[in-house]
């Protein structure tokens, strides 16, 4: 880290990168005082902050430190602000070691180029180039639509404040990667706006003052990843069973599920596993079929399922179910819990009470160590020991900021953090059990630790529509940002979830979702929470073998994915890459959201238009081979025949995976 | 006006009441500095501010002045302000004496009390009582449904950025009236935010520093509004003539016009006069029919007009035209205003040319005041002379913040004073006529300064629905704030006007709309956008004599009324008044929005919902006697019969008007 001190103000570098540039006319920080509102309706906010004082901290005096310098901005001596500029483990670290203590926000200005392009925070799905925009950070629901623009968006705004918009998100994180190759992070957990509008300044907007800042730079974003996985934490790889074929969601009771994966198995489905949500019951209520929140076998619904469980392991399919961070009232989880003391406390101390459509629970205060071992011991007891080789550890992201946490911590500051928290209770209880490499969970919500306690992301709750924000296409940035920051393990719902205000899963947008699927590292279908209006896998003969086409696609193509799979655990390389990740030259590649590398070799360009027979892709210059014609491609713009069945996936020429690839033609 | 300093603090009490408290804690003052964004689409804006500095002014020193004293706000001596608190003309002043130069915004908190209630601002559409919500005050359009969660809205927002908003409005003013017996005026024309939402304070953030702000105590609300038209002036009594009975809103050609003058008179139509908007020319665009923005008789669609008008004149029928302050690119006006350089200019200096939706207009620029004369003249010579009584002066909202104008000002300033402006040329033209008395102009723009220079208002473009927000009964709340800060003479588009998104005005609502609008000032309907999709005043026999009947309601009232509209022009008493202004008492009055007294003596509780038979009013205690029936009542909650043509209305027993009303039941 380089300072220099020019004119009245200074310049700081990193690796000869200028970062931060401070003068009294345009100060790189501004200190000041807010009070914020957050009004929370079954996970979507509305967060407004009322700032009293915001001050351009102008003046500065500077030290030399033992590692750095130390400088103290301030405005005519108020708001005092000690920052340290310093490393620390090799990496730039701008630490905020000393301040007013009424300020709690902090505005701080990076430097930035009119090309610059961001990528990051979290997982964006409706933007994967973040310049342009201000990125409110707050983990909630994704929203139902995202685009105010859009009917779906407008009714569930009217009727719940659902619809969201291009910035929410289940995981938001305070971590980016510049395209001037250096990655950014904040070690810190409060609400935050990332504004990448202007020209000159990144501006990152924090309703807290962070403990630091932490910066990288890298020769390639290869390098770039490599660092930020160093820091945040790696996944681990995925069990073994996970490439034997799809995971097919399906309920209703241990019947049901069988005679489903028979029928899908005679049909020459590869199968994996079965996911059933409601192994451990459920309920209705106008939203849809939603679960029991109890998490222990209903063996009402599910009669016999511990030894139908064998058997199906015996026949090589595993059995995965489904639990959340909060317990039903209804349930003996949720009196244990109370009794105990383990839940989370509102201002009477009473529980604190969640709504969450028609039916209330609690949750469990992981701040206090007895709750989490107690909440691990549930994981181990009834899900582990019970038999289940994965889940669906659902939500993370509700946290209200009105309720009472065993730490003492404000519920604003951990709001953000809990789904991490979350994240590790599960990685716990399957370390402990000593099945990391057999047993697996995936979760929507995300936050700083998720790249180390979360062993897979799931994009949550598209539509069961083609909309670019919320739909089938928007999966595709999710998984990008993701991979930008840590997170390179990345599937989705085959077909979508939401199914509301008349949505109806086609067969056709089924059928393309599922050809994306086969080139995601995770293959799951999801029968969404209207079941019986959408189209799903096994809904007529012609959508099954086509799907079970595409599991033998995956299933062909699985020592490939494992490799990718190993390469991030092992350096934190996603499987699913943007394109500039390998093609740093092509200028165009830096806004390309709607396609992606799988792995070194394949790159994919999903069809997520309605109706289409040909489609248009990309290609970045080299020797590219279309996988179902064999077809070669130098790069540039290419439009190929793309009929249901044939994705428009690419492989590159010199691949020393070539044979594997070809095996896919005989699928 | 009394100044107590106390501890570290001070307060300042007007007639005793306490309207600032300042201490360290809680300062009264903050200033900054902010950039301002303003994204204009056909008169809908997008404001927003950057907030680079905002600053609490804690530390305060005083100084005796001649009569009051000098206030120096500043913190640790930045950002000095210097206020004089004083009294002026018998009224308490605050005025800004001298500030640090880049300050450009204030926040300055007025002491509240809980149980306060506030009224004013300008036209609101959606809220009488402004406590509870804030309200940018910018001119604009209204918009279209002003409820995001209407479907109308939506529609609104997706296709024109034009839904609007609860606060959106044509005619924002930086005037209010407390419930604690104050008026506040802020003598200022920039963007403005006030916020009535805390429970101690009021906030009011102005985008500029202003001269000053003015405030007088009343011992009723009579004696506020008389006291507020004193300051910012009364509008004239109307011509004679508008109380013969309605003016229709006909066009398509002369013979069209008299056609259905004939057959309306036929039917028992009181008609006062056509107002007929294309007599200047038409034009189509997706929108519906427009006009052609070039101010003078088009003789091929009105051929023999001028004749016909003295024709009509001698029947007792007035002719009525329109005009706006905007000249299409196509027209002579437009050419001799360009030759002359009386339009506003663009950055570079040409003419700045706004896209009105399919064509282009440049802006009369009324700060040269050439172009101002020039303009007056276009109205005497083409309006005036041309033989018409009166005039729709349309627009007034739409001034571009990027523009540069004449006199040097930058366009953000003078945006919100432009409808003033605009009103002004037309009052001065009409007095240099010397026509005050014959002809009149209706305006649905207002700034401050319209109430002396605008003759009339009319509440803009209400969709042809039954919307609380849009529709007819968002007119009683807009005429009611209106009548709170001096505009006391207000009417509606009978049957309302915007007919998009599938929306068709109903006979019902038409129906409904003319009953109210037969206790209101002035009388007119409109064919709104589309004309063909609306049920107009002579659709059918049944809707033509109910209006007759109405219109009858109204020429029989007018001795009536035209001692309201005295009152207003004396007093500034309105004619339209809120129910607590004579029942100060009575506390649910405070919360009514949908009732008004008409006159001293009337009240009138339009039904604002369709298919209705019977209608709940609530009375304030007094004697009551029901306008159909001649039931009386004492006050509070009553129920009585409203078929159509028969809209709820009471006046009072003692009234001198008694036998006056007992006539209606003649018509």
Redesign the interface.
């Known amino acids: 880290m380089q300072f220099v001190q020019e004119n009245k103000g200074f310049k700081i570098f990193i690796d000869g990168k200028e970062i931060i540039h401070h003068t009294e006319e345009n100060p790189c920080i501004?200190a000041?005082i807010g009070k914020a509102t957050y009004e929370m309706f079954r996970g979507n906010f509305k967060v407004s902050d009322s700032?009293?004082?915001?001050?351009?901290l102008k003046d500065f005096d500077v030290e030399d430190a033992q590692n750095g310098k130390i400088v103290t901005f301030s405005?005519?001596?108020?708001n005092p602000l000690k920052v340290l500029f310093t490393e620390e483990d090799g990496r730039h670290v701008i630490k905020f070691i000393e301040n007013a203590d009424s300020l709690n926000r902090i505005w701080l200005r990076l430097k930035a180029q009119k090309e610059e392009h961001i990528y990051g925070c979290g997982e964006q799905f409706s933007h994967f180039d973040l310049r342009g925009k201000n990125f409110p950070l707050w983990t909630s629901e994704q929203g139902v639509g995202r685009n105010?623009?859009?009917?779906i968006t407008?009714m569930a705004?009217?009727i719940d404040q659902a619809g969201g918009d291009y910035y929410t998100t289940f995981f938001p994180a305070p971590t980016f990667v510049s395209t001037r190759k250096y990655y950014c992070h904040v070690d810190n957990t409060a609400y935050m706006d990332f504004d990448f509008k202007n020209e000159d300044y990144h501006e990152l907007q924090i309703w807290d003052i962070p403990e630091k800042i932490i910066f990288e730079t890298g020769e390639s974003y290869i390098e770039l990843v490599e660092k930020v996985t160093e820091l945040l934490g790696r996944q681990p790889e995925l069990p073994e069973w996970v490439y034997d074929g799809v995971v097919i969601g399906v309920q209703g009771g241990t019947e049901t599920c069988v005679k489903k994966l028979n029928n899908a198995v005679e049909k020459g489905l590869k199968v994996s596993g079965i996911w059933a949500q409601d192994w451990q019951g459920e309920r209705y209520t106008s939203f849809g079929k939603r679960l029991m929140w109890n998490w222990q076998w209903d063996s009402k619904l599910y009669p016999g399922l511990d030894e139908e469980i064998k058997t199906l392991n015996a026949r090589g399919v595993k059995f995965l179910g489904y639990i959340n961070p909060y317990v039903a009232i209804e349930g003996n989880l949720y009196k244990e819990a109370s009794e105990n003391g383990y839940l989370a406390k509102d201002a009477e101390g009473k529980d604190y009470l969640v709504e969450f459509g028609e039916f209330y629970a609690g949750v469990v205060d992981f701040t206090n160590p007895k709750a989490f071992e107690w909440y691990k011991g549930v994981i181990k007891k009834y899900l582990i020991d019970f038999g289940l080789s994965g889940w669906m550890a659902d939500f993370g992201e509700y946290l209200p900021t009105d309720l009472y946490l065993y730490n003492g911590v404000s519920a604003e500051i951990m709001h953000n953090e809990w789904p991490a928290i979350w994240a590790r209770v599960n990685k716990e209880a399957i370390e402990e059990s000593g099945k990391t490499d057999q047993v697996t969970y995936f979760m929507r919500a995300g936050a700083t630790g998720s790249q180390k306690n979360c062993a897979m992301m799931w994009a949550g709750d598209q539509n069961v529509d083609w909309s670019m924000d919320d739909g089938l296409a928007s999966v595709i940035p999710a998984a990008l940002s993701l991979s930008m920051i840590g997170c390179g393990i990345h599937h989705s719902d085959i077909g979508g979830y939401t199914t509301l205000f008349g949505m109806k899963r086609t067969k056709e947008l089924f059928m393309r979702w599922a050809e994306m699927g086969a080139f995601t590292p995770f293959m799951r279908t999801h029968e969404g929470n209207r079941p019986l209006d959408n189209w799903q896998f096994d809904s007529d003969d012609e959508t099954l073998l086509h799907f079970a086409k595409m599991s033998r696609v995956y299933t062909t193509l699985a020592p490939y994915i494992k490799a990718a799979v190993k390469e991030n655990s092992e350096k934190g390389i996603p499987v699913q890459r943007p394109l500039f990740m390998h093609y740093e030259n092509d200028e165009r590649s830096y806004g390309i959201q709607y396609e992606y590398l799988f792995g070194r070799d394949i790159l994919v360009a999903p069809v997520y238009e309605e109706g289409k027979a040909t489609w248009k892709a990309y290609l970045p210059e080299d020797e590219w081979v279309h996988l179902w014609t064999g077809e070669e491609y130098k790069g540039g713009d290419v439009e190929v025949e793309a009929p249901i069945g044939f994705p428009p996936v690419f492989y590159r020429k010199n691949s020393s995976y070539v044979e594997l690839f070809g095996k896919v033609l005989e699928v």
Chains 1, 2 share one sequence.
């Open positions: 501004y000041g700032v009293c004082e915001k001050m351009a405005r005519n001596k108020l105010k623009n859009t009917y407008f705004d009217s």
